[in-house]
């Protein structure tokens, strides 16, 4: 069944234009047809098309799943890489493996600080119709790493940081939290800054490894959303 995405899914439901031209034009649906309309928060209903109009479309919809929140999410806390190309691959991988939120934020050695979030935030959703899950990866807006600290004193206990200073730290498949929300943070290009490091660490922040071989930030982030998931299981 292929996968639409909105919000608010009422009995009788109307997409957006976006959505029902990509319907009627793209996937060249047909009134009578049946889709599955998710909604981003772990709802999934079974819309049949009762008007294929590629300006709004309409469904009648029934509740087909609801899939609650996992008990122990992981938010991404990453500097976006200089090369678009190679952060956008980055979101779309994180929403196929299920991330719960992105936080970008802004480094003394980020090297690109401008943010597409209207981009971004359409391939996320392309990303969860395309691996059909059900709940949408949440995009925070870019803040700076100081800024991050500041706002989360109190939930250092769930943060950890994988950079590549030759400090004492553990691996982080051995640190992941089983049963509870927790946060990594993956920098930029040349890796935090140790003045950066210090301060994570000063809070409380636990230093971690992602392995022996020095990483890109993308390649880093997506070993850490992998060992995460690896744990869990």
Avoid at 164 to 171: A, F, I, R
Wanted: proline share 6%; net charge negative.
């Amino acid at each position: 069944m292929r996968y639409v995405f909105t919000t608010k899914i009422e009995p009788v439901h109307t997409l957006d234009a976006e959505e029902s031209n990509h319907v009627v034009r793209v996937l060249r649906a047909r009134a009578g047809e049946e889709f599955a309309l998710v909604d981003g928060q772990g709802r999934r209903y079974v819309g049949k098309l009762i008007d294929a109009d590629k300006r709004k479309c309409v469904f009648k919809t029934s509740l087909d799943i609801e899939v609650p929140p996992h008990p122990a999410p992981l938010t991404l806390v990453i500097a976006p890489t200089k090369s678009t190309d190679r952060f956008e691959w980055l979101l779309e991988k994180a929403m196929e493996y299920g991330v719960h939120q992105i936080q970008p934020v802004w480094t003394s050695r980020s090297e690109r600080k401008n943010a597409k979030m209207d981009r971004w935030q359409r391939i996320l959703i392309s990303a969860l119709k395309q691996s059909q899950q059900l709940w949408l990866t949440e995009l925070e807006q870019p803040i700076s790493w100081n800024d991050w600290l500041e706002n989360h004193k109190e939930q250092v206990s769930q943060g950890f940081i994988a950079h590549c200073l030759d400090l004492e730290k553990s691996h982080w498949f051995d640190e992941v939290p089983r049963d509870a929300p927790s946060w990594i943070a993956i920098g930029p290009e040349g890796d935090f800054s140790p003045e950066e490091i210090e301060q994570a660490l000063k809070l409380g922040v636990k230093p971690v490894s992602l392995g022996e071989q020095r990483l890109r930030t993308e390649t880093a982030a997506l070993a850490a959303i992998q060992m995460h998931g690896l744990a869990l299981r």
